[in-house]
């Protein structure tokens, strides 16, 4: 009986492990096949642009509202850390340095997830199970470069620009906070934060990853939508996939990059 | 072996004069058309172990409007995404004026696609775009035209199908005949030369129906297409098609014109037409044993 089940309970785990495997490939593949289209997709800009409106400028509101409350946390939890050591003068390097290096990548990423690769991957399933996809394709128009491709890039070149407005936001809340609220030094909060940061180390390297992590969330909303059921049941699937999937990545991703960034 | 060429000039069909169907099917009439413009040699379908269609066989003359008929699940539809090359036979052979469709590269593929259009279940129509745009979308993607061009021709299309004064309202507004209709002049918009009709009846109240029906008989006779469609609504689609196919168990059972499939004699033709329960094609899905399967044992037959 033990042998038996502890064989099935092996079988069972092998044959997840197999269709992960299998799923991975088919990622590939389809990345492949989005870069194989995009040319297509970027000679037309204005159908990545009106992706960008959705994605990037609809998104804007949660940006500038979270980064402005991270920030103001941050501004809180800073102060009364550093004002134990006598070190409140370097609330303005704390706030900026998190945000840049870490919170304004990885947050942004998780919430354009949340609203924006949510909603890719309910679009594109939806338009699979009514058959627009389909129609597309009967239509000799390639859906991957007409559909995918322009997601996808908007995706990519969303990402960043909403990661430096979250960090902008945040500063702003910490300032707020720190200068306005506490009452620390205009002119110390902004020199301290900028002596501390480093274009190349802090700054390019954060939008190095929130273009990666804008990469990773486009490619598994446009997959997953891609890839639903179409069924009201698999588009719905889909679209939690396209949440957890992408926050379990960005939080890998952000460990590797960091590991080989600082 | 037939090359490409002789078979989109009709000779292949005469040197093959042999029987057209399998050897199951029950032949209404038997013409063989010179000018073939869709055929099936043998083609056989299975989505991973299920298996669609066994060895159909079909042809359908250029300038036809053939329908093909049978009940839900028995392969009608993959029928059509065989012809348009959405699907590809496990064997035998889908030839499109000519061409074998299987053997299309992507860019043969859609070279064919611009020549044919298609009318969804339901129609299928981008929902992000408006009754005017949707029609407009296969006229912008594939001609150079400019938009004042493409704006009286999607006029045109829609006047065809009596929409014109919805040109500028939403997919979300239509009902579900005028959605049908959109769909129909979008599908009619670069006038193909192969229209396909996936059930295009399906859900449609009377009156819908019957506009739908005339709607494809009068484009079909202006465009001078070769048109299939995909319907189990037996009574309306007698009265705009030239030929009738029915396919059952991945076959195709039953063939002919409008008059002989009214008067045949064949079973399951009878079943199909005068819609009863119970024939050739059975109510109950397969399964065990009724008696046994409700714990009654052998007290009941």
Same mark, same amino acid.
């Given at each position: 009986?033990?042998?038996?089940?502890?064989?099935?309970?092996?079988?069972?785990?092998?044959?997840?492990?197999?269709?992960?495997? /299998?799923?991975?490939?088919?990622?590939?593949?389809?990345?492949? =096949?989005?870069?194989?289209?995009?040319?297509?997709?970027?000679?037309?800009?204005?159908?990545?642009?009106?992706?960008?409106?959705?994605?990037?400028?609809?998104?804007?509101?949660?940006?500038?509202?979270?980064?402005?409350?991270?920030?103001?946390?941050?501004?809180?939890?800073?102060?009364?850390?550093?004002?134990?050591?006598?070190?409140?003068?370097?609330?303005?390097?704390?706030?900026?340095?998190?945000?840049?290096?870490?919170?304004?990548?990885?947050?942004?990423?998780?919430?354009?997830?949340?609203?924006?690769?949510?909603?890719?991957?309910?679009?594109?399933?939806?338009?699979?199970?009514?058959?627009?996809?389909?129609?597309?394709?009967?239509?000799?128009?390639? $859906?991957?470069?007409?559909?995918?491709?322009?997601?996808? /890039? =908007?995706?990519?070149?969303?990402?960043?620009?909403?990661?430096?407005?979250?960090?902008?936001?945040?500063?702003?809340?910490?300032?707020?906070?720190?200068?306005?609220?506490?009452?620390?030094?205009?002119?110390?909060?902004?020199?301290?934060?900028?002596?501390?940061?480093? /274009?190349?180390?802090?700054?390019?390297?954060?939008?190095?990853?929130?273009?990666?992590?804008?990469?990773?969330?486009?490619?598994?909303?446009?997959?997953?939508?891609?890839?639903?059921?179409?069924?009201?049941?698999?588009?719905?699937?889909?679209?939690?996939?396209?949440?957890?999937?992408?926050?379990?990545?960005?939080?890998?991703?952000?460990?590797?990059?960091?590991?080989?960034?600082? | 072996?037939?090359?490409?060429?002789?078979?989109?000039?009709?000779?292949?069909?005469?040197?093959?004069?042999?029987?057209?169907?399998?050897?199951?099917?029950?032949?209404?009439?038997?013409?063989?058309?010179?000018?073939?413009?869709?055929?099936?040699?043998?083609?056989?379908?299975?989505?991973?172990?299920?298996?669609?269609?066994?060895?159909?066989?079909?042809?359908?003359?250029?300038?036809?409007?053939?329908?093909?008929?049978?009940?839900?699940?028995?392969?009608?539809?993959?029928?059509?995404?065989?012809?348009?090359?959405?699907?590809?036979?496990?064997?035998?052979?889908? /030839?499109?004026?000519?061409?074998?469709?299987?053997?299309?590269?992507?860019?043969?593929?859609?070279?064919?696609?611009?020549?044919?259009?298609?009318?969804?279940?339901?129609?299928?129509?981008?929902?992000?775009?408006?009754?005017?745009?949707?029609?407009?979308? $296969?006229?912008?993607?594939?001609?150079?035209?400019?938009?004042?061009?493409?704006?009286?021709?999607?006029?045109?299309?829609?006047?065809?199908?009596?929409?014109?004064?919805?040109?500028?309202?939403?997919?979300?507004?239509?009902?579900?005949?005028? =959605?049908?209709?959109?769909?129909?002049?979008?599908?009619?918009?670069?006038?193909?030369?192969?229209?396909?009709?996936?059930?295009?009846?399906?859900?449609?109240? $009377?009156?819908?129906?019957?506009?739908?029906?005339?709607?494809?008989?009068?484009?079909?006779?202006?465009?001078?297409?070769?048109?299939?469609?995909?319907?189990?609504?037996?009574?309306?689609?007698?009265?705009?098609?030239?030929?009738?196919?029915?396919?059952?168990?991945?076959?195709?059972?039953?063939?002919?014109?409008?008059?002989?499939?009214?008067?045949?004699?064949?079973?399951?033709?009878?079943?199909?037409?005068?819609?009863?329960?119970?024939?050739?094609?059975?109510?109950?899905?397969?399964?065990?044993?009724?008696?046994?399967?409700?714990?009654?044992?052998?007290?009941?037959?």
């Amino acid at each position: 009986m033990a042998d038996s089940s502890s064989r099935n309970l092996f079988a069972a785990f092998g044959h997840r492990l197999i269709e992960a495997v /299998w799923k991975l490939g088919f990622v590939c593949r389809f990345f492949a =096949a989005i870069l194989r289209d995009s040319g297509a997709s970027l000679r037309r800009f204005p159908l990545v642009i009106r992706e960008i409106y959705f994605a990037g400028v609809l998104s804007m509101i949660i940006i500038v509202v979270s980064g402005m409350f991270v920030g103001m946390v941050l501004g809180l939890q800073g102060y009364s850390t550093l004002v134990r050591f006598g070190s409140a003068d370097a609330l303005g390097a704390l706030v900026a340095l998190s945000l840049l290096r870490e919170l304004g990548p990885v947050l942004a990423a998780l919430l354009f997830a949340s609203r924006s690769g949510s909603a890719i991957t309910a679009e594109i399933g939806l338009m699979k199970a009514t058959e627009q996809l389909d129609a597309m394709a009967v239509m000799a128009v390639n $859906p991957i470069a007409r559909v995918v491709a322009p997601r996808f /890039w =908007a995706g990519v070149l969303s990402m960043p620009v909403l990661a430096a407005i979250f960090n902008v936001m945040g500063i702003f809340g910490g300032y707020f906070v720190g200068v306005t609220l506490i009452g620390l030094d205009h002119g110390t909060f902004w020199s301290q934060m900028q002596n501390a940061v480093d /274009w190349h180390t802090d700054i390019v390297n954060g939008l190095i990853k929130s273009l990666v992590f804008g990469a990773a969330v486009s490619l598994i909303a446009v997959f997953e939508g891609f890839d639903a059921k179409p069924t009201a049941e698999g588009v719905s699937s889909a679209t939690t996939r396209t949440v957890v999937t992408s926050a379990l990545t960005i939080l890998a991703l952000d460990f590797v990059l960091t590991a080989f960034m600082f | 072996m037939c090359k490409k060429a002789a078979l989109s000039r009709g000779v292949c069909a005469q040197v093959r004069a042999g029987p057209v169907f399998s050897a199951t099917a029950t032949r209404l009439t038997h013409t063989v058309e010179p000018d073939a413009f869709i055929e099936l040699d043998k083609v056989s379908f299975a989505y991973g172990s299920r298996r669609i269609l066994d060895g159909v066989s079909l042809r359908i003359a250029r300038g036809k409007l053939a329908a093909i008929m049978g009940g839900s699940g028995s392969g009608k539809t993959t029928l059509l995404r065989l012809i348009s090359g959405q699907v590809k036979p496990d064997s035998g052979r889908v /030839w499109v004026d000519g061409q074998d469709v299987a053997k299309l590269n992507t860019a043969g593929l859609y070279a064919m696609r611009r020549r044919m259009g298609m009318l969804f279940q339901f129609g299928a129509l981008f929902t992000d775009l408006s009754v005017q745009d949707n029609v407009a979308f $296969p006229l912008r993607e594939h001609t150079g035209l400019p938009d004042t061009m493409i704006r009286d021709l999607v006029l045109m299309k829609l006047q065809a199908v009596g929409l014109r004064g919805a040109a500028g309202l939403m997919p979300a507004e239509l009902s579900g005949g005028m =959605a049908r209709r959109v769909a129909l002049a979008r599908a009619i918009a670069l006038d193909p030369d192969l229209m396909l009709y996936d059930e295009p009846f399906t859900g449609l109240d $009377p009156i819908a129906l019957g506009t739908i029906a005339a709607l494809i008989k009068r484009l079909n006779d202006a465009l001078g297409a070769t048109a299939v469609m995909v319907t189990h609504d037996v009574h309306v689609s007698l009265n705009v098609v030239d030929e009738v196919y029915f396919v059952a168990d991945g076959k195709i059972v039953a063939s002919g014109t409008p008059d002989q499939v009214r008067h045949s004699a064949d079973p399951f033709v009878r079943q199909f037409v005068d819609g009863q329960p119970d024939g050739p094609v059975r109510l109950h899905y397969p399964a065990e044993d009724y008696a046994s399967q409700l714990g009654l044992g052998g007290r009941h037959g």
